[in-house]
């Protein structure tokens, strides 16, 4: 975006007061270059506006997710009973923490950037509740699914949220401009997908064999 669209209407306006006193004629084809670059001026703030709105509808994303993953372990803990599975959930869980503090920071370092968008109409968002309820309750410590049955239920849920959080960073990453975010998400993008092949190959192991 242009930082300052203010100081060059105001050289625009300079420019036309002086081909004023030189030349009526040379006035006239001014004021319609700079209606024109004034124009395109306009439709390029409105398309880097538009561009980092959906960006920051991404990086929204990407922050609740991250979020919401970080506690994954304080909520499943008690039922974990084997010890390769409590390293993989631990792993994503402290990276996901990480992650979304980092996330916080970078909105001091960069203003432009927002994590705090409602990206959801309200019946997706009631929708999404609800199932979150539900998996709550099916995976309860006391009367949710417990052991292997368990276990199971909850790797494949992760890799599904894993892969989920991978495709959005590498699109974060494709798409923003700024170099320095740019490579931020493409890390977190590496490391959520290093993390759905970890839990791909111990579903496979353990309950595929």
Do not use: W
Request: one cysteine or more; hydrophobic letters at 40%.
């Amino acid at each position: 975006m242009n930082e300052h669209p203010i100081s060059d209407r105001a050289r625009y306006l300079a420019r036309g007061i002086l081909l004023v006193a030189l030349s009526m004629g040379t006035l006239s084809g001014c004021a319609v270059v700079s209606g024109q670059n004034d124009k395109a001026q306009t439709a390029n703030d409105a398309e880097s506006r538009t561009t980092r709105g959906e960006l920051n509808a991404g990086y929204s994303d990407l922050y609740s997710s991250a979020s919401g993953l970080s506690e994954v372990d304080k909520i499943f803990y008690v039922k974990v009973e084997s010890d390769d599975v409590e390293k993989v959930v631990t792993d994503v869980t402290d990276y996901c923490g990480q992650l979304a503090t980092r996330l916080k920071e970078l909105t001091a370092d960069y203003p432009a950037l927002a994590i705090n968008r409602e990206i959801d109409p309200p019946i997706i968002k009631a929708a999404r509740d609800a199932q979150k309820k539900a998996t709550l309750k099916r995976f309860a410590p006391v009367v949710g699914d417990s052991g292997t049955a368990f276990e199971r239920g909850l790797l494949i849920r992760l890799l599904g949220a894993v892969d989920q959080q991978h495709y959005m960073a590498a699109t974060l990453a494709e798409r923003e401009p700024n170099p320095a975010l740019s490579k931020i998400m493409a890390n977190a993008a590496d490391r959520f997908a290093g993390f759905y092949d970890e839990i791909d190959t111990l579903l496979k192991a353990r309950f595929y064999r």
